[in-house]
């Protein structure tokens, strides 16, 4: 069995790892970070996180990998077409930590929609005063949910014991949402205009780059709330930025920035009163970094054994016959 390598990982990280894999390597640089290839390249497993690429430059560099596991639910770092011709074998961890994503969501929006940055500091400069505090209550609010995969999913379980009315779009239809939590697919024009706070939960692509648009925000109702706990680049932050000074849109809560790369880009949006953003955190909780590595433990173990790990990618077996999310 050739060497195996860690990527990417965090110092609180490393002793799980070293307990399980006493001779594997462990860096916390990403692949393409100076001379790391070059320590990579008798590698047959290896194991990284989403700022690692794996085109086909970087497979040449690695003549003995067999087995990559990325630590991640997406894989679009990772080019799947060139490693299935060298027989690269390629899992994920299909579910790490979807609930603690969600879970963001609503500490985003109970944060914002009940002041508790703003009461917490007016307590600490002395004023115990709850005038001009009042806050919006979830209950009864229209929830628009884009996308209904698995973290979608998790924040209308939550929504529903808050007692919100859901409403969502996708391509895709969950029947046990509609079924046991009365959630009502829409078209996306229809989640637009009935929202009154909106959610977004669709990978970046194409099609759904700018999503979130001028055109989109003079749909909604006046007052909506957007939450992006995705990716930046579905909405468009120049058109987020004016509804915000219009007062179209009441609050952006942001655990994603459409200019992540260029932070000078973000400064008028980030530095809006109504603006709470937070550094990509959603998935950064307890239970997630144990369960990235555990389940990359599983198919590492798996691979060893001679078995096909359990979370090999493979093209999913779904129907999908709603009408496909795209810009309007």
């Not at 229209?142 to 014991?161: E, M, N, P, S, Y």
């Amino acid at each position: 069995m050739g060497s195996i390598v860690f990527l990417e990982v965090e110092q609180a990280d490393r002793e799980q790892i070293q307990e399980q894999y006493p001779e594997s390597l462990v860096l916390e640089e990403k692949l393409q970070d100076n001379g790391v290839a070059e320590q990579c390249a008798d590698a047959e497993i290896l194991s990284c996180f989403i700022y690692s690429s794996f085109g086909k430059k970087e497979l040449d560099a690695l003549p003995n990998l067999k087995l990559l596991c990325t630590r991640s639910v997406g894989f679009d770092h990772i080019d799947i077409d060139e490693c299935e011709r060298r027989g690269i074998t390629v899992c994920n961890v299909p579910d790490y930590g979807s609930h603690v994503i969600a879970e963001h969501v609503f500490a985003l929006l109970l944060s914002a929609l009940r002041h508790i940055s703003e009461a917490d500091k007016r307590v600490e400069e002395g004023a115990f005063e709850y005038h001009g505090l009042r806050g919006m209550a979830l209950r009864g609010k229209v929830l628009g949910i884009v996308g209904t995969g698995k973290i979608g999913r998790r924040v209308a379980q939550i929504a529903h014991g808050f007692g919100m009315n859901i409403i969502a779009c996708d391509k895709c239809r969950v029947m046990e949402l509609t079924d046991l939590l009365g959630v009502r697919y829409v078209s996306m024009d229809e989640l637009l205009s009935s929202s009154d706070i909106i959610t977004l939960h669709i990978p970046a692509t194409d099609e759904t780059t700018h999503i979130i648009n001028a055109k989109a925000f003079g749909a909604m109702k006046d007052g909506i709330v957007l939450v992006n706990t995705a990716r930046g680049t579905l909405i468009d932050s120049s058109a987020l930025l004016d509804s915000l000074k219009c007062g179209k849109v009441s609050h952006a809560l942001l655990d994603v920035l459409e200019h992540e790369q260029n932070f000078e880009e973000n400064k008028a949006l980030i530095t809006h009163p109504n603006v709470i953003a937070t550094p990509h955190i959603a998935f950064y909780a307890d239970d997630s970094m144990r369960n990235m590595y555990t389940d990359c433990f599983e198919s590492i173990d798996q691979y060893k054994r001679g078995e096909e790990p359990a979370h090999k990618i493979a093209p999913p077996n779904i129907i999908c016959d709603l009408p496909a999310l795209k810009r309007s």
